[in-house]
């Protein structure tokens, strides 16, 4: 049973930080890649960021490229999301993704066959 755990979500204003986490436990962490997407009210769900969480490559997606970053523990099977200087626009509900990593490795286009159950991230001017 593979679950997906995320925290680290809430409120904050404008120009402030969070990071969020996700733990991953039912399946091999390293051999994940590990990714986050978001969706805010009325608006389609948009990749963020991606992962290979065996040699350590991020991407992050250009809208929040300079002010997001991942990182990971991967003893404690977590990958992190730095998020800096937040704005009112990156209000959405963010979810933690993974999937088995194949020959095709990791990027912001890979597909998830596992999810976290989301967090709310709400940004205030």
């Known amino acids: 049973q593979v679950q997906l755990v995320e925290s680290g979500g809430g409120s904050v204003q404008a120009g402030g930080s969070l990071r969020l986490s996700c733990t991953v436990s039912?399946?091999?962490?390293?051999?994940?890649?590990m990714g986050w997407f978001r969706q805010a009210s009325g608006k389609e769900r948009e990749v963020v960021a991606a992962?290979?969480?065996?040699?350590?490559?991020?991407w992050a997606a250009a809208s929040v490229s300079g002010r997001f970053t991942v990182s990971q523990d991967k003893a404690k099977n977590t990958a992190y999301l730095q998020m800096n200087s937040l704005k009112n626009e990156d209000t959405a509900m963010y979810y933690c993704?993974?999937?088995?990593?194949?020959?095709?490795?990791?990027?912001?286009?890979?597909?998830?066959?596992?999810w976290g159950q989301g967090t709310q991230v709400t940004v205030s001017s």
């Open positions: 993704a993974a999937r088995p990593r194949d020959y095709s490795g990791c990027s912001l286009l890979f597909r998830p066959d596992y």
């Open positions: 039912g399946y091999t962490y390293s051999s994940l890649c």
């Open positions: 992962l290979h969480t065996d040699i350590s490559d991020a």
